[in-house]
């Protein structure tokens, strides 16, 4: 087992990780307007004698706790998220959401109590040899939080060497770590298609070029690519999400115009750009056989999390020597959902790991409104993110 493990010490003052968390639950802010989140943050950071920047990335909070000796030179990043979602609670726990269609449904209340414990821990401690950097980040739930943090010159102004985050996952067993070597989360592009014919009367189609048969055909079409230009080793999904055209009221009316909605997720660029890339010429293609025009908009938004494989391997080692591996995934199956902490992945190798809370089993899973973070689980997630700061830069100086 490893040596002076975090997780007992921790243990000791759970309870009062697990009042912070639920007061965190009961007053959700979304992303970018965590204002009393990120003052809870910096308040409780202030307390314990860290050093504290705020501000990073517009609602972001930086801590950095330096180890009894920083002759190293080495930094760790550690990172959680604070946003919550837009969307209404049908909890019925005590400390259920006060605000009106917002609610922590994706658990990231929990992720910052965790972090917020292993603040405690390594101040308490401080066995480390380098500086922890405590990045507490704001608007991960599609806003970019991650990304804006980086462009208002987190790693700058905090060059860490390494960078872990963590996510709790209803899939895996209270206290279970999942990981791999290579990707955990995909990457999100959003599309937009917008198809030009000539509207008319139902009645009589040949007077005009029907944007719906048009974008039935591209439906239809781009459904193709996965299966005919991904490499079946490969990894990728295409969905349409919205399809607009004409009014209901108006049964014999064609319209001029459709436009679709969607998203492509992928593990790699090169599949990435197979699919833009066809996409675009297919839906060409098809609009200009049916005499419309198509005008094509694809956003790349979230890259793929891709850890480093030694990082990651680093994170199953150390979960392994603290829980035993029995409770250690180390080949997790990837998520087709996405993770803004890959932009911190492209400018620092690390890794992003599950930390298994169950509820799967009760249809608790994220972004339901019905999820809660398990309490439980805190010590354990600040126990491995205290872990991985004292293994990554050891008082010995050797790992």
């Known amino acids: 087992m490893y040596p002076r493990s975090p997780l007992a010490s921790i243990q000791q003052f759970h309870k009062e990780l697990v009042a912070?968390?639920?007061?965190l639950h009961a007053h959700p802010e979304i992303g970018f307007q965590e204002i009393r989140t990120s003052g809870i943050v910096a308040g409780a950071l202030t307390a314990l004698?860290?050093?504290?920047?705020?501000?990073?990335?517009?609602?972001?909070?930086?801590?950095?706790?330096?180890?009894?000796?920083?002759?190293?030179?080495?930094?760790?990043?550690?990172?959680?998220?604070?946003?919550?979602?837009p969307m209404?609670?049908?909890?019925?726990?005590?400390?259920?959401?006060t605000v009106p269609g917002m609610m922590h449904a994706c658990g990231h209340d929990g992720h910052t109590t965790i972090l917020l414990g292993a603040a405690k821990y390594l101040m308490q401690n401080r066995n480390f040899n380098g500086t922890a950097i405590l990045i507490f980040q704001p608007a991960e739930e599609g806003l970019g939080g991650a990304k804006a943090m980086v462009d208002d010159g987190l790693f700058e102004r905090f060059p860490c060497d390494a960078i872990y985050a963590l996510h709790n996952w209803p899939g895996l067993p209270a206290g279970v770590i999942g990981i791999n070597p290579g990707p955990m989360m995909a990457a999100s592009d959003k599309f937009e298609i917008t198809i030009q014919g000539r509207g008319g009367h139902g009645a009589h189609p040949y007077q005009t070029i029907d944007p719906i048969?048009?974008?039935?055909?591209?439906?239809?079409?781009?459904?193709?690519?996965?299966?005919?230009?991904v490499h079946p080793l490969e990894a990728a999904v295409l969905s349409f999400g919205h399809i607009n055209a004409g009014h209901a009221s108006a049964a014999s009316v064609i319209p001029g115009q459709a436009k679709l909605v969607g998203t492509v997720r992928t593990f790699s660029d090169a599949v990435q750009h197979v699919v833009e890339t066809r996409m675009r010429s297919m839906i060409q293609s098809i609009a200009e056989t049916f005499g419309a025009t198509a005008e094509f908009t694809y956003l790349r938004n979230y890259p793929a999390t891709v850890n480093t494989a030694n990082n990651a391997h680093f994170?199953?080692?150390?979960?392994?020597?603290?829980?035993g591996a029995d409770n250690?995934?180390?080949?997790?199956?990837?998520?087709m959902g996405s993770e803004d902490?890959?932009?911190?992945?492209?400018?620092?190798?690390?890794?992003?790991?599950?930390?298994?809370?169950?509820?799967?089993?009760?249809?608790?899973?994220?972004?339901?409104?019905?999820?809660?973070?398990?309490?439980?689980?805190?010590?354990?997630?600040?126990?491995?993110?205290?872990?991985?700061?004292?293994?990554?830069?050891?008082?010995?100086?050797?790992?």
């Open 213 to 229: 048969v048009v974008a039935a055909n591209i439906v239809t079409a781009l459904q193709t690519i996965v299966s005919r230009n």
């Open 49 to 85: 004698g860290v050093e504290v920047h705020r501000g990073v990335g517009q609602t972001g909070v930086v801590g950095v706790i330096k180890g009894q000796r920083t002759d190293s030179g080495k930094m760790i990043g550690l990172r959680s998220d604070m946003d919550a979602l």
């Open 341 to 399: 902490f890959s932009f911190m992945l492209k400018k620092v190798p690390g890794a992003y790991f599950r930390l298994g809370q169950g509820g799967a089993e009760e249809g608790k899973f994220l972004h339901n409104p019905k999820f809660d973070f398990n309490d439980d689980v805190i010590p354990v997630g600040s126990a491995m993110f205290a872990a991985l700061v004292e293994r990554g830069m050891p008082l010995s100086g050797t790992e």
């Open 20 to 23: 912070v968390r639920r007061d």
């Open 315 to 323: 994170v199953a080692d150390i979960a392994t020597e603290l829980f």
């Open 328 to 335: 250690v995934v180390r080949d997790m199956t990837p998520s």
């Open 88 to 97: 209404s609670e049908e909890g019925r726990a005590e400390y259920c959401s």
